[in-house]
């Protein structure tokens, strides 16, 4: 059983930069896959990017690609979210969730995830 635990957040202006950290237990961090997640006010929960078990494939999804930075350290079992130059529309409960399912190929499906996080609130005001 893995136990996800989030870190980071906050609030932030627009242009300014933030870094969340996703931490999971349970189970060697070689074997399972990353995803983060957001979901704004009203609107369905949707995949942020995604890092696959050992680093080597990376997912984006349009609207942060170039903006956002996924990476994982498996020395220490987390995986981080660098989000650079933030607009008010990135305003959002972010997750984070691990899969075990499909070791080496990371989906941006929610539903392919089964362990999340606790959530994590990003704001992005002036």
């Known amino acids: 059983q893995l136990q996800v635990v989030q870190s980071g957040g906050g609030w932030v202006q627009p242009g300014g930069s933030l870094r969340l950290s996703c931490k999971a237990s349970?189970?060697?961090?070689?074997?399972?896959?990353i995803g983060w997640f957001r979901q704004a006010p009203g609107k369905e929960r949707e995949g942020v990017s995604c890092i696959n078990n050992i680093g080597g494939q990376l997912n984006y999804a349009d609207s942060v690609r170039g903006r956002f930075t996924i990476s994982r350290d498996n020395l220490n079992g987390t995986v981080y979210l660098r989000m650079d130059r933030l607009a008010p529309e990135d305003t959002a409960i972010y997750y984070c969730?691990?899969?075990?399912?499909?070791?080496?190929?990371?989906?941006?499906?929610?539903?392919?995830?089964?362990?999340w996080g606790q959530g994590t609130q990003v704001t992005v005001s002036s």
């Open positions: 969730a691990a899969s075990a399912r499909r070791p080496f190929y990371c989906s941006l499906t929610r539903d392919n995830y089964d362990y």
């Open positions: 349970g189970l060697s961090s070689e074997y399972y896959n």
